[in-house]
Structure formats: structure tokens, C-alpha cells
């Protein structure tokens, strides 16, 4: 039965940082000042000498994507790791969970195909990977050129515990690739994308982790997609006399320029909220700073006024004893999670469990 060493290529291996291969190499007894691809070229050439504590370094972190989008899909009904697997293996040509696909590169399509599977040592997960055709590029001679096509691999996770399946990859495929596996299952069942994390605020996600939003791209609440003259004129014109008035201390023009803005947008409760205004002006707002933004006055004053399309968070995690920190970018129009740094199969685990309520 393959585990998840047994399920990496070299394509995962070029993934990794260079420390993460120097630490590799180190437990294989290989020259870890070789550049990253003579260690890739090395390590995947002792792929079946592997060391345990080589294994070990491997299996936390080869499948732990960096700087891909993680989406989830809900499975109704779930199903146990033994079920989820002997489907998997009932409705395939071959098993994957001993053996590799032995596919034809040059007939690969953007269909996802299985190419091998493993299970987690405890049980609590599968791992399915899928090869796809993802592009072509053009490769040129002094005489000619030619086509050649580039392939994708994804992976697929299923938790046992909590019935979710997380595709690891391309967000554009993620629905694709979900769909496949439920097909492949050929079984009656339900399944949704995760989107309940996704229609709360952002900062609840930071929350929910114990971090901090540290930066954060958003749409205005309010855009009016044309203006009047007078009505540009009457917000920009408080802006310029707020700006003298600093200088002069001389509230008459500002006054002047306030009951213009008013007689424009409204009155009373009708009033457009002067945030609004200069805002809606803008396509996209970006707040950032290297600690929490919440915190900060103006993102406080332009908050209520804002569409979060996504944002970074940084949040804590303690490894053997030691607390690091980690950043996700969250993409709350495409329901997606992005680990900014190099993270491990915990880190995953915890970011799922903590963030899907």
C-alpha cells in the first residue's frame, strides 16, 4: 500500500525550498551545497533509498502546497477511509494505491486523469493525484519549432473526519477535479463547495485561527459609475478645502464645500457617508501593514464601506515546541486558501479544521 513518499514526483520536488532539500539531502548522505537542481536531480534518484528520517521530512511537506489554492468540497454522505478507498479502486483500471498509472504524455488531455493514490499511516486521510494537460508552449530550433505540451499535477485530500474533500490546485480547475473524483466514486452523493467561511467577515478568519489581517483588497461598498461635474467637484472640493483648512484654520470655504457635498447626496439618513463618496471613485482599495490592520484608524473608517475581496493573514502555530509564524492569502470570491510560505501536512490540517465551521 503506497504511502505518501510513494506518490512523489519531481515536480513536487522542485516545489520544496532549498532548505527543505539541503535537510533532505543531509539524511541521505548527499552534498547539500549543490545548487536546488542538482538536489532535486539527486534526491529523486534515491527516491527508493529513502532513510526514515528522510521519509519523515518528506511525507509533512511534499504534498503541503506553496503558493497554490487550496478549495473544498463537502461530501454527503461521508464516507469512512475504507469505503472512500475501495471505491476508488473498484471504479478504476488499475489500483492505485500499489501501482502508478502508466500514462501516454503526448495523449493527455485537459481531462484530469488519476495517476496514483495513498493513504495517510493513521487512516484519517487519502491522497489522490491527477495529471492534466494545463498549456503548451513553443520549443525552437535554428529550422524549426514545435509544440510541446506542459502537464499539471494536483493533488486531492480527502478527510475522513470531517467529509471534505480539498483539491490542491488551480482554482479553475478545482470544480473540475472534485467533480471527477465524485464520478469516479460511482456512488449517489452530494457534493457542495465550502463556502460558509467565505461569506463571513474576513477578519473572522483571522480570528478563527488566532491571527492577525495584516493586509486586505477590497471593492467599494457604493460605485456610481458616472458623476456630474458639480457632484465631482463638490467632493473633491471638500478634500482641498480640508487641506487649507488645516493650514488657515478658516472654516467658511469648508462649510461652503460641505453643504455642496450635501446638497448632492442627500439628506438625513439618505445621506451618502462621505467615505463612500471618495471611494466610490476607486476600483479596488488596498490596506496593508506588517501588523494587525484592524487596529488601525482608517481602516476602521473606510471598513464599513468596503467589499473584502481577499487578504493575507498571519497567524501562529507551534511546532516542537517552538511558535512560528505562517501566512495565508484568502480569496473570498473564489472560496480559496493560499499558503504564502513553505507549510506542512499539520499546518493544513489545522488551517481546515479551524477555518471550515
Not at 501593514?289 to 487578504?311: C, D, K
Given at each position: 500500500?503506497?504511502?505518501?513518499?510513494?506518490?512523489?514526483?519531481?515536480?513536487?520536488?522542485?516545489?520544496?525550498?532549498?532548505?527543505?532539500?539541503k535537510?533532505?539531502?543531509?539524511?541521505?548522505?548527499?552534498?547539500?551545497?549543490?545548487?536546488?537542481?542538482?538536489?532535486?536531480?539527486?534526491?529523486?534518484?534515491?527516491k527508493?533509498?529513502?532513510?526514515?528520517?528522510?521519509?519523515?521530512?518528506?511525507?509533512?511537506?511534499?504534498?503541503?502546497?506553496?503558493?497554490?489554492?487550496?478549495?473544498w468540497?463537502?461530501?454527503?454522505?461521508?464516507?469512512?477511509?475504507?469505503?472512500?478507498?475501495?471505491?476508488?479502486?473498484?471504479?478504476?483500471?488499475?489500483?492505485?494505491?500499489?501501482?502508478?498509472?502508466?500514462?501516454?504524455?503526448?495523449?493527455?488531455?485537459?481531462?484530469?486523469?488519476?495517476?496514483?493514490?495513498?493513504?495517510?499511516?493513521?487512516?484519517?486521510?487519502?491522497?489522490?493525484?491527477?495529471?492534466?494537460?494545463?498549456?503548451?508552449?513553443?520549443?525552437?530550433?535554428?529550422?524549426?519549432?514545435?509544440?510541446?505540451?506542459?502537464?499539471?499535477?494536483?493533488?486531492?485530500?480527502?478527510?475522513?473526519?470531517?467529509?471534505?474533500?480539498?483539491v490542491?490546485?488551480?482554482?479553475?480547475?478545482?470544480?473540475?477535479?472534485?467533480?471527477?473524483?465524485?464520478?469516479?466514486?460511482?456512488?449517489?452523493?452530494?457534493?457542495?463547495?465550502v463556502?460558509?467561511?467565505?461569506?463571513?467577515?474576513?477578519?473572522?478568519?483571522?480570528?478563527?485561527?488566532?491571527?492577525?489581517?495584516?493586509?486586505t483588497?477590497?471593492?467599494?461598498?457604493?460605485?456610481?459609475?458616472?458623476?456630474?461635474?458639480?457632484?465631482?467637484?463638490?467632493?473633491?472640493?471638500?478634500?482641498?478645502?480640508?487641506?487649507?483648512?488645516?493650514?488657515?484654520?478658516?472654516?467658511?470655504?469648508?462649510?461652503?464645500?460641505?453643504?455642496?457635498?450635501?446638497?448632492?447626496?442627500?439628506?438625513?439618513?439618505?445621506m451618502?457617508?462621505?467615505?463612500?463618496?471618495?471611494?466610490?471613485?476607486?476600483?479596488?482599495?488596498?490596506?496593508?501593514?506588517?501588523?494587525?490592520?484592524?487596529?488601525?484608524?482608517?481602516?476602521?473608517y473606510?471598513?464599513?464601506?468596503?467589499?473584502?475581496?481577499?487578504?493575507?493573514?498571519k497567524?501562529?502555530?507551534?511546532?516542537?515546541?517552538?511558535?512560528e509564524?505562517?501566512?495565508?492569502?484568502?480569496?473570498?470570491?473564489?472560496?480559496?486558501?493560499?499558503?504564502?510560505?513553505?507549510?506542512?501536512?499539520?499546518?493544513?490540517?489545522?488551517?481546515?479544521?479551524?477555518?471550515?465551521?
Amino acid at each position: 500500500m503506497f504511502t505518501i513518499k510513494d506518490t512523489m514526483f519531481v515536480q513536487d520536488l522542485f516545489k520544496l525550498t532549498k532548505p527543505k532539500l539541503k535537510e533532505i539531502a543531509t539524511n541521505l548522505d548527499i552534498d547539500s551545497t549543490l545548487n536546488k537542481n542538482e538536489l532535486v536531480i539527486r534526491i529523486n534518484e534515491k527516491k527508493d533509498e529513502l532513510t526514515t528520517t528522510a521519509t519523515k521530512v518528506i511525507e509533512e511537506s511534499i504534498l503541503a502546497t506553496k503558493s497554490t489554492a487550496i478549495t473544498w468540497f463537502k461530501f454527503d454522505p461521508k464516507l469512512t477511509h475504507d469505503e472512500f478507498k475501495d471505491l476508488v479502486i473498484e471504479n478504476t483500471a488499475f489500483n492505485p494505491f500499489e501501482e502508478t498509472n502508466q500514462y501516454d504524455e503526448n495523449n493527455l488531455t485537459t481531462e484530469p486523469t488519476l495517476l496514483v493514490a495513498s493513504s495517510r499511516e493513521d487512516q484519517t486521510g487519502v491522497y489522490l493525484r491527477f495529471i492534466y494537460k494545463s498549456g503548451v508552449r513553443y520549443e525552437t530550433t535554428p529550422t524549426s519549432i514545435r509544440p510541446v505540451s506542459r502537464a499539471t499535477i494536483s493533488t486531492v485530500y480527502y478527510d475522513v473526519e470531517m467529509g471534505i474533500l480539498e483539491v490542491r490546485g488551480d482554482t479553475k480547475k478545482s470544480l473540475e477535479i472534485a467533480r471527477t473524483v465524485a464520478q469516479m466514486l460511482n456512488l449517489q452523493v452530494t457534493m457542495e463547495p465550502v463556502e460558509t467561511p467565505f461569506n463571513q467577515e474576513i477578519g473572522s478568519i483571522a480570528d478563527q485561527l488566532g491571527g492577525k489581517l495584516i493586509e486586505t483588497t477590497s471593492k467599494p461598498e457604493i460605485y456610481f459609475e458616472e458623476f456630474s461635474e458639480d457632484e465631482l467637484n463638490s467632493v473633491f472640493g471638500v478634500l482641498h478645502t480640508l487641506d487649507e483648512y488645516m493650514q488657515t484654520k478658516d472654516s467658511s470655504a469648508l462649510e461652503v464645500q460641505l453643504q455642496a457635498v450635501s446638497d448632492s447626496f442627500g439628506q438625513g439618513e439618505a445621506m451618502v457617508p462621505f467615505a463612500a463618496l471618495v471611494l466610490s471613485g476607486l476600483e479596488t482599495v488596498g490596506v496593508a501593514s506588517s501588523s494587525e490592520i484592524r487596529t488601525l484608524p482608517l481602516f476602521s473608517y473606510l471598513e464599513p464601506h468596503l467589499q473584502h475581496q481577499g487578504g493575507f493573514i498571519k497567524f501562529p502555530y507551534t511546532i516542537r515546541n517552538v511558535e512560528e509564524t505562517f501566512t495565508i492569502r484568502i480569496g473570498m470570491n473564489t472560496n480559496s486558501v493560499v499558503f504564502v510560505s513553505q507549510v506542512t501536512e499539520e499546518i493544513i490540517d489545522f488551517v481546515r479544521r479551524n477555518v471550515i465551521i
